[in-house]
């Protein structure tokens, strides 16, 4: 089993540097895909960015491309997900998750965090 925990939410300026983190506890999560998705206020949960198990391969979702970047840090068993110059529509509420192979899919996902709210304010 592995637990996921999110950090790094709150209230924002646009345009100011926002960086999440997510720790897993239990099992190691150094053999997992991980992936970012996005749910803000009246919308379907959305991909945001994705990485595997080595960090070699990313993956990015249409709508932030070019804005974020997601890494890991396996030695700390840590993910980052990083949004650069945000914007008003990126308030959401941010959550991690663990998969066996990168995937863009929520459903391919296992195990899910609880999320964390960020608020963009204009």
């Known amino acids: 089993q592995v637990q996921l925990v999110e950090s790094g939410g709150g209230l924002v300026q646009a345009g100011e540097s926002l960086r999440f983190s997510c720790v897993p506890s239990?099992?190691?999560?150094?053999?997992?895909?991980m992936g970012w998705f996005r749910q803000g206020p009246g919308k379907e949960r959305e991909f945001v960015a994705a990485?595997?198990?080595?960090?070699?391969?990313?993956y990015y979702g249409d709508s932030v491309k070019g804005r974020v970047t997601i890494s890991r840090d396996n030695a700390k068993k840590e993910v980052y997900l990083q949004i650069h110059f945000p914007k008003p529509e990126d308030t959401a509420v941010y959550y991690c998750?663990?998969?066996?192979?990168?995937?863009?899919?929520?459903?391919?996902?296992?195990?899910w965090g609880q999320g964390t709210q960020v608020t963009v304010s204009s």
């Open positions: 998750a663990a998969s066996l192979g990168i995937e863009r899919l929520a459903q391919r996902y296992m195990y």
């Open positions: 239990g099992r190691t999560v150094g053999h997992y895909a």
């Open positions: 990485i595997s198990p080595f960090g070699e391969t990313t």
